[in-house]
């Protein structure tokens, strides 16, 4: 995957013990996390060195919190 200028985006999909994807994480160009929750199609945007939810209103547990940590750009 790519965004509109070329560069390769990291995505990574999490999956439920059934098989089927529950989030799609995308690191973005600016180093922040999208996480876009497939159940509902709400998208929260996080900063993975701070682990700080910034879309208001969104709850992200702590193990997605983690997935994000670990995407960080180094």
């Given at each position: 995957m790519s965004n509109d200028y070329g560069i390769p985006l990291v995505t990574e999909d999490l999956i439920d013990c059934f098989g089927q994807p529950?989030?799609?994480?995308?690191?973005?160009?600016?180093?922040?996390?999208?996480?876009t929750f497939h159940g509902s199609g709400?998208?929260?945007?996080?900063?993975?060195?701070?682990?700080g939810v910034l879309t208001p209103g969104v709850h992200v547990p702590p193990t997605l919190l983690d997935h994000a940590a670990s995407m960080r750009l180094a």
């Open positions: 529950t989030h799609r994480l995308v690191l973005e160009i600016d180093g922040t996390v999208t996480i709400v998208k929260a945007r996080v900063d993975p060195s701070t682990r």
